[in-house]
């Protein structure tokens, strides 16, 4: 009986210097928000910006902006507005990752998921771009409409990002070959 071998978690083939610099630049701009969110951590807001994204009411909203009040409400704005570079950043990544997955994956099913993923890894991107300018808008004074479609891109923004990831482990799990039975 012929056995096909497992592919590696992670293709074989060099990564292309355009996806090692996305990776690294999308990694080292993820690190300074996740430093400018800290001092966001309250108890209005114990997930930091996270907490203003998911603020579904004006009442959630203007309690975490509140708490913020001590100089804070700068840094919130500064995160928002470099997001929009990180927003870019990722999704070259994303995409160069799903291109760099599916390399030795020439079976039709892994070509169709990998559409699949690059198109939920786009929708989160727009939604991410979508949030943040809602957010923006949102500081003074909060309304309930902007807050609850902030909350709503937002979690179109993770189902996306968790859906292309969990795709991508897909593409990588594929065999390069069907198994073949033989008697």
Known sequence: MDSA???????????????KVSLVAALALWLVLVAL??????????????????????????AILRSWRDGNLAMARLSLW???VFIVVYLAALLQLTRH????????????????????????????VAENIVLLNNFNPPSDSLSLTATILALVK????????????????????PLTHSH
């Open 158 to 177: 993770f189902t996306g990002l968790i859906l292309g990831m969990a795709g991508l482990v897909v593409i990588r799990a594929s065999r390069r070959r």
């Open 82 to 84: 470099l997001d929009f």
């Open 5 to 19: 071998q497992r592919p590696p978690l992670i293709p074989m083939r060099p990564m292309k210097l355009p996806m």
């Open 101 to 128: 997955f599916t390399r030795d994956r020439p079976g039709i099913r892994e070509r169709m998921v990998a559409r699949w993923v690059r198109a939920l890894f786009v929708i989160a991107g727009i939604s991410d």
């Open 37 to 62: 969110n800290q001092p966001l951590h309250t108890a209005a807001a114990p997930q930091g910006i996270v907490s203003l994204q998911l603020a579904g009411t004006a009442e959630q909203t203007h």
